[in-house]
């Protein structure tokens, strides 16, 4: 049966590359559109003449983002600051949305944050779990209360769900077990929902936003900004610029394509993963853990960071500084 279902599957992948999904005047709600990859998935969506709904908790950062949006072509959108890790405010942003639309096409989770400390070294696990209510949560709230909506629409609903969800990495053990939730959820979803509602699963490596900025949730359970930590996390790494990630999500989106992991190199990761799991554990081990008590910035890596110069060259220029947005 192979032969025939890989040249199915192949006539159906052509016809989608030639005729994508035009998403002019269709309404996206996109979560986590303050910065970073949601805030470049919005000025993708309205360069491409979509209506949006914008959603995060910052709302003085949302109406600039807003107002970048109008610019380049977005012909109206609707700013709504709330809370996504919360059912309630879930169910109002989604319902804010479709009264004043009428009618929800795509649905957008991305709303996220990540941490960079070792598991054994957190006083209380219990600090940690806003990671597991904004990224697992945070998606499923939303996605909850939009499906009947996107179910009339027939729509579709992307999921920015990390690498490290398939691919883990250390010092980031409740994140990655969120994002494998998620991963896990969305792909639990599409055998419910069928073919009604499209299903885009994105799982990005390292890319431009306020997280590689350092913008981590420390062991105590406070947000803080460290760029000495993330550079050890980040390592050798290349970080791709988050305005051409939310380019091949969208358009992987508008092909109706279910999964997309960005940068293309991270799939060879995913391979060791299956083939030799042995591999990338010793490599991460090596070029990212440190001995017990040691901090982060003794890791290899960070080390060879620093006497290369490699960031200049690996990481976008806008890491180089740890100016987030506050508001």
């Known amino acids: 049966m192979l032969p025939p279902f890989y040249f199915f599957k192949f006539s159906i992948s052509a016809l989608s590359w030639l005729f994508p999904e035009d998403v002019t005047n269709k309404v996206v709600l996109i979560t986590g559109a303050s910065s970073g990859i949601g805030e470049q998935l919005a000025y993708e969506y309205a360069k491409r003449g979509a209506a949006l709904s914008l959603v995060?908790?910052?709302?003085?950062?949302l109406r600039e983002v807003a107002e970048r949006a109008r610019?380049?072509?977005?012909?109206?959108?609707?700013?709504?600051?709330?809370?996504?890790?919360?059912?309630?405010?879930?169910?109002?942003?989604?319902?804010?949305t479709v009264d004043h639309y009428g009618r929800l096409d795509h649905l957008v989770n991305n709303a996220g944050i990540s941490m960079a400390c070792a598991f054994e070294e957190v006083p209380d696990v219990t600090n940690l779990s806003p990671i597991v209510d904004v990224n697992f949560w945070g998606s499923a709230f939303p996605t909850h209360a939009a499906i009947p909506y996107?179910?009339?629409?027939?729509?579709?609903?992307?999921?920015t769900a990390s690498g490290s969800g398939w691919n883990p990495h250390p010092r980031m053990s409740v994140y990655s077990a969120a994002n494998a939730a998620v991963i896990n959820f969305f792909e639990t979803l599409r055998i419910e929902l069928g073919d009604v509602i499209g299903i885009t699963i994105a799982t990005p490596g390292w890319v431009e936003s306020e997280l590689t900025k350092g913008k981590v949730m420390s062991k105590y359970g406070d947000i803080e900004v460290d760029q000495e930590t993330r550079d050890a996390q980040i390592g050798l790494m290349p970080v791709i610029y988050a305005e051409n990630c939310a380019k091949a999500i969208v358009d992987a989106v508008c092909r109706?394509?279910?999964?997309?992991?960005?940068?293309?190199?991270?799939?060879?990761?995913?391979?060791?993963?299956?083939?030799?799991?042995?591999?990338?554990?010793?490599?991460?081990?090596?070029?990212?853990?440190?001995?017990?008590?040691?901090?982060?910035?003794?890791?290899?890596?960070?080390?060879?960071v620093d006497a290369t110069g490699a960031k200049d060259v690996l990481y976008p220029s806008s890491l180089h500084t740890s100016e987030i947005k506050k508001d």
């Open 256 to 304: 109706g394509d279910r999964y997309l992991t960005i940068p293309t190199w991270f799939r060879v990761l995913y391979l060791w993963r299956v083939f030799a799991p042995e591999v990338p554990e010793w490599c991460y081990r090596m070029m990212y853990m440190t001995r017990p008590g040691q901090p982060a910035t003794e890791a290899l890596g960070k080390k060879m």
């Open 56 to 61: 995060a908790r910052r709302e003085a950062s």
């Open 150 to 159: 996107l179910r009339r629409s027939r729509g579709k609903i992307l999921v």
């Open 71 to 96: 610019e380049i072509g977005s012909p109206e959108v609707l700013v709504i600051p709330g809370d996504v890790s919360k059912q309630e405010d879930s169910r109002r942003v989604v319902e804010a």
